[in-house]
Every structure is written in C-alpha cells, then in structure tokens.
C-alpha cells in the first residue's frame, strides 16, 4: 500500500475538509483518505501511486491548491506493533 499526502492550501472548515475528500473518493481508486484543515493536508491510502497532475487537478477544479506531494509505503502495524519490549 502506498501513504500519499498532499499539502493542501485554502482548507478553512470541515466543509472544505469534506469537500477534498469527496474528490478524492470519487476520481481516485483508494482506499481511506483524510483530511485536515487544521494540518492544511489530506493522507491518502491506496493499493498503487495516484497521479500527481491527476490530483493536483481534482483538488484545483475544487477551488483549492495542492502545494506538495509525497508518497512512502505504508504498511499497517499489527497489534504486537503498538508494545515496546
């Protein structure tokens, strides 16, 4: 699975927090995606890399503006990975 997190400029609510999400869900094959406006980005989680031109135009045509891109593997932690020995 690949994390891809994009610095977002122009998030001021909840409402914009949605409005990214929903754009992303809709045009992009992913699995979970979350925004934040406070952090001024949304984490997105995928089997594959998602477009850069693709994504930066989705969130324009939303009236947004993508800063940044970068993507790391991500792998999901199991339960034994939460206790430190």
Known sequence: MIETTLKIDGMMCGMCEAHVSDVIRSKFNIKKVSASHSKGQAVILSDGPL?????RKAIGDTGYTVTD????PF???GLFGMFKR
């Open 51 to 55: 477009g850069e031109a693709a994504l």
């Open 69 to 72: 891109v970068t993507l790391r």
């Open 75 to 77: 792998e999901k932690k």
